[in-house]
């Protein structure tokens, strides 16, 4: 498979804090990627710097073979890179149906054809027959699906997901993930940040593991699994 997205040494520092020392992996087209970590271990910088929100200080992005580095978020987002949020915060006085149409028009300024494919997300994401209600009244794993069908609805070619499973119960993530292994069926990319790990081992073919902003693993759920690096991280070194 190609390449898709190659992460070259990327770094980041906010004030004396270095949110990320020379990270480093490509992704494939067409792959399911979890990249975890404890908290403050650089996961959400990182999407940041992917998605064009922050600019790295040193390092590259490189998608589809193309530099990006310094491209700002809307065009990254015209390229084809999507993400959803940590906190959801759809459009709360516009219908469902209305919060998908603002991601189609990235894509078109027809507003037919963006209903129409805003309507293919609802459908794709499990929210079909809840249209025309308003964002305000979903409950949380609706509006999570809400704000995946909106960034389903820019057509993406890479779909970053920052820790979409958050305070879902189990049965909610596994309905999630297996939304997800659909969404992944159609040829789109995926990249996962999350911290269930119900979530991630269920739906990653690779994880990618950061702490204190390096790369300490990579390799298939069961390997990072059993990692002393990894377990380390997450437990301590108990000496």
Same mark, same amino acid.
């Given at each position: ?11 980041k520092? &906010? ?15 067409? !792959?399911r990627?979890?990249?975890?970590g =404890? $908290?403050?271990? #650089?996961?959400?910088?990182? &999407? ?7 600019? =790295?200080?040193?390092g ?8 990006i ?15 959803? &949020?940590?906190?959801?915060? =759809?459009?709360?006085?516009l219908?469902?149906?209305? $919060? ?8 078109? $300024? ?10 293919? /997300? ?6 079909? #027959? ?5 964002a305000?009244?979903?409950?949380? +794993?609706?509006?999570?699906?809400? !704000?995946? *069908?909106? /960034?389903?609805a ?8 920052? !820790?979409?499973a958050? #305070? ?21 990319t995926?990249?996962?940040? !999350? ?6 081992? $269920?739906?990653?073919?690779?994880? +990618?593991?950061?702490h ?8 298939t =759920?069961?390997?990072v ?7 380390? *991280?997450?437990?301590?070194?108990g000496?």
């Open positions: 498979m190609t390449i898709i997205l190659d992460v070259r040494d990327v770094y520092r &906010f004030g004396g804090i270095e949110a990320l020392k020379g990270v480093s992996f490509s992704v494939r087209r067409g !792959e990627v979890g990249l975890i =404890p $908290n403050g271990a #650089g996961k959400t910088t990182l &999407f940041n710097i992917i998605s064009g929100i922050y600019m =790295p200080d040193r590259r992005v490189i998608y589809k073979g193309v530099d580095t310094g491209w700002p978020a809307y065009r990254r987002s015209r390229a084809g890179i999507a993400r959803t &949020f940590q906190i959801v915060r =759809p459009l709360a006085n219908t469902v149906l209305n $919060n998908v149409i603002v991601g189609a028009l990235l894509r078109t $300024n027809d507003i037919r054809e963006a209903r129409e494919r805003a309507m293919e /997300a609802i459908d794709m994401v499990g929210l079909a #027959g809840k249209e025309d209600i308003l305000k009244d979903l409950n949380l +794993i609706e509006k999570k699906r809400l !704000e995946l *069908a909106r /960034a389903l820019t057509q993406p070619e890479l779909l970053l997901l920052d !820790e979409i958050a #305070g879902l119960r189990p049965r909610e993530v596994d309905d999630l993930v297996y939304t997800l292994l659909e969404i992944s069926k159609r040829g789109i995926i990249i996962m940040v !999350e911290h269930v790990m119900r979530a991630v081992m $269920n739906f990653a073919e690779r994880v +990618i593991v950061l204190f902003g390096e790369k300490i693993a990579e390799g =759920p069961r390997e699994a059993s990692n002393k690096l990894v377990i380390e *991280a997450y437990m301590g070194t000496g």
